[in-house]
C-alpha cells in the first residue's frame, strides 16, 4: 500500500489548552473515517523529512464530523514537542484504518459499567460517553478520572454536561463520576491512588456499588502501571479480560 492510500491529511480546526502540558484539539475528519467509541486512530505529524507516528484514543463521538484527541505534552517526546507547535489550520495526518479494543462490545449483558482511567487515559471515555448505546445498555455508569493535581481534571464540564443536555436526559441519573487528586487534597475527590481505593474498598463504598463478576464491567485505561495493577486486582476478585469470542468482564489499554 503506497503512503497516501494509508493515512488522509486533515486540518487542526481548534485548540483547547488546559495547562501548559494538556490540551485537547479537533480535526477535520474524512466523510469515510469509521471508528468504535474506545478506539483509536494513529496520528502523525511531520518532523524534518519524516511523519512521526502514535497512537490516540478518540474523544469524540462517533457521530460527529470532527476528531477530538488529548494529548500531554512529554519533556522532549518525539512526537508531541511537534504536535504541541501545531496551530489551527495546520496539517495533521490520520491512518485510515481505526484500532483497539477498548470497546464496550467486548462485553456481554453487564449491569454497571465503570471506567478507569488515569491522565489522558480519560480521553476513550469520553467518545463512550457520547455513544447513546452505553447509556441504554447499562443501569449505572461509573467514570473515575485520577490524575496528580487538581488542574489536570480536565473535560469537568462535558463530563457534567451529560446531567443537563437533554439528549441524555432520561439516563443522566446513571452516571457516577468520581474524580481522584493524588497530590493534593481536594473538596470531593478522592485522594488515593485507583489501585488503592480499588484495595481498600473505599471506590466502591463511595459509589455505593460493589464490583462483581456477575454484574460489572470494567474498562481500565492510562498508566501502565496502573493498568496492570488494577487488572490483577480484578483478576484475583474473579473478573476476566474479555477477549474475541470469550466474553469477560475487563478491557484494558495501555498508553505506554
Ligand atoms: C493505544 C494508545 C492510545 C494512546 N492514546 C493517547 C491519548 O489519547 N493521549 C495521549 O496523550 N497519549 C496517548 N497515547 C500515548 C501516545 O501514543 C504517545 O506516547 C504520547 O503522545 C507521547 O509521545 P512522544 O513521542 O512525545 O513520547 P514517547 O516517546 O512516545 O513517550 C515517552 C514517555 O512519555 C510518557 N508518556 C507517553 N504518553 C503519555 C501520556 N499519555 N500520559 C503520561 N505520560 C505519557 C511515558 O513515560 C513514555 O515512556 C496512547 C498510546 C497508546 C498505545
Not at 489550520?89 to 491512518?95: I, M, P, Q, S, T
Not at 481505526?98 to 464496550?104: A, E, I
Not at 476513550?124 to 489536570?152: C, G, K, M, N
Not at 469537568?156 to 443537563?164: K, L, P, T
Amino acid at each position: 500500500m503506497s503512503a497516501a492510500e494509508k493515512y488522509t491529511v486533515e486540518k487542526i480546526t481548534e485548540i483547547q489548552r488546559w495547562a501548559p502540558n494538556l490540551f485537547s484539539f479537533k480535526t477535520t475528519r474524512h466523510p469515510g473515517y469509521r471508528f468504535v467509541p474506545g478506539q483509536f486512530a494513529r496520528l502523525g505529524v511531520r518532523k524534518d523529512d519524516a511523519i512521526v507516528w502514535r497512537a490516540y484514543s478518540i474523544a469524540s463521538a462517533n457521530w460527529e464530523d470532527h476528531l477530538e484527541f488529548y494529548s500531554i505534552v512529554v519533556p522532549n517526546g518525539e512526537f508531541t514537542t511537534e504536535l504541541a507547535k501545531l496551530q489551527e489550520g495546520d496539517e495533521l495526518f490520520v491512518e485510515k484504518t481505526n484500532y483497539g479494543f477498548l470497546t464496550t462490545d467486548r462485553f456481554e449483558c453487564g449491569r454497571d459499567l465503570w471506567m478507569l482511567s488515569t491522565g489522558t487515559g480519560l480521553a476513550p471515555f469520553i467518545s463512550i460517553l457520547y455513544d447513546f448505546d452505553t447509556w441504554e445498555q447499562y443501569e449505572r455508569i461509573v467514570l473515575v478520572h485520577s490524575v496528580r493535581e487538581a488542574h489536570e481534571l480536565t473535560y469537568q464540564e462535558e463530563i457534567r454536561s451529560f446531567g443537563w443536555n437533554e439528549l441524555f436526559a432520561e439516563h443522566a441519573h446513571k452516571l457516577e463520576y468520581v474524580q481522584v487528586v493524588t497530590r493534593e487534597a481536594v473538596d470531593g475527590a478522592l485522594g488515593a491512588r485507583i489501585t488503592e481505593l480499588l484495595a481498600s474498598g473505599e471506590l466502591e463504598a463511595h459509589v455505593g456499588l460493589p464490583i462483581s463478576v456477575e454484574h460489572s464491567r470494567v474498562m481500565i485505561c492510562g498508566n501502565p502501571d496502573m493498568v496492570e495493577e488494577t487488572r490483577k486486582l480484578l483478576t484475583t476478585r474473579g473478573l476476566t479480560v474479555a477477549k474475541r469470542g470469550k466474553p469477560g468482564n475487563l478491557a484494558v489499554e495501555n498508553y505506554w
